[in-house]
């Protein structure tokens, strides 16, 4: 209406800040934008699926899996989809599927069109200290003046670590409706199990063996690798 009134093209479009160019391909299709449902974003929606059946499926699946809180990842859809492909009753209904290659690229347009994303599982964070930095300056500026005044080898300066290691090792991200706001992954409920890796490394570059540590008052049973300590 603006620009019908009188104004320039590019007096219009600097006015609302868009491009030109943008404004130019809305007046060219103005009939087309006002007979348009008001919530639609776009007058081309892009290809429309090769086999919209089979589509419907796998959305159905992947909300299946995300109720039980399972992680579903883009490799699980893709080898879903090749088994269904596989299967009589879809080969009927769509032509050609059992050759059908179910790419990345088809991938991504199946998400889009039904509104999925790759999701992180929702957790809270842990906080660093405000003070991080002044006291890693500190600690280090410390040990430098200890190698000095003792005049530590460098081989005998070790920095040393211990870090939990679950059992279960559930995935952090799943395939899952864009806008929910809580993300939840199903997990066999040993997640919080876990046993102790202890990792050193010395000053010179020398990495010493890991040691691992368990919660049994005897060593366990098996085939541990000669490169690590239990």
């Not at 103005?30 to 892009?46: E, F």
């Not at 040990?143 to 460098?154: G, K």
């Not at 939840?184 to 199990?193: D, M, P, Q, V």
């Not at 368990?214 to 098996?222: A, D, E, R, S, V």
Request: charge should be positive; charged fraction near 25%.
């Amino acid at each position: 209406m603006y620009h019908e009134n009188g104004h320039s093209k590019n007096k219009t479009a600097a006015k609302f800040n868009i491009q030109t160019k943008q404004l130019r391909d809305w007046i060219s299709k103005k009939p087309q934008l006002l007979n348009v449902q008001p919530g639609l974003k776009r007058l081309n929606r892009g290809a429309c699926p090769k086999y919209p059946a089979l589509e419907t499926a796998l959305v159905t699946w992947v909300k299946e899996k995300r109720k039980k809180q399972y992680a579903v990842s883009r490799s699980m859809i893709q080898m879903k989809a090749k088994v269904l492909a596989q299967q009589r009753q879809w080969q009927a209904i769509c032509y050609g599927i059992e050759s059908f290659s179910f790419s990345n690229k088809w991938l991504d347009g199946f998400m889009n069109r039904n509104n999925l994303s790759n999701r992180r599982c929702t957790t809270i964070a842990q906080r660093l200290p405000d003070d991080l930095i002044e006291k890693q300056q500190a600690f280090l500026a410390f040990i430098m003046y200890r190698r000095i005044q003792y005049d530590y080898p460098l081989a005998l300066i070790g920095n040393m670590d211990e870090t939990p290691v679950s059992f279960d090792l559930p995935s952090n991200t799943t395939i899952d409706e864009l806008g929910a706001r809580s993300v939840s992954i199903r997990t066999t409920g040993h997640e919080k199990t876990n046993f102790t890796v202890v990792l050193t490394c010395m000053a010179d570059g020398t990495k010493l063996l890991p040691l691992i540590i368990f919660k049994l008052k005897n060593i366990p049973k098996g085939n541990f690798p000669p490169e690590v300590i239990i």
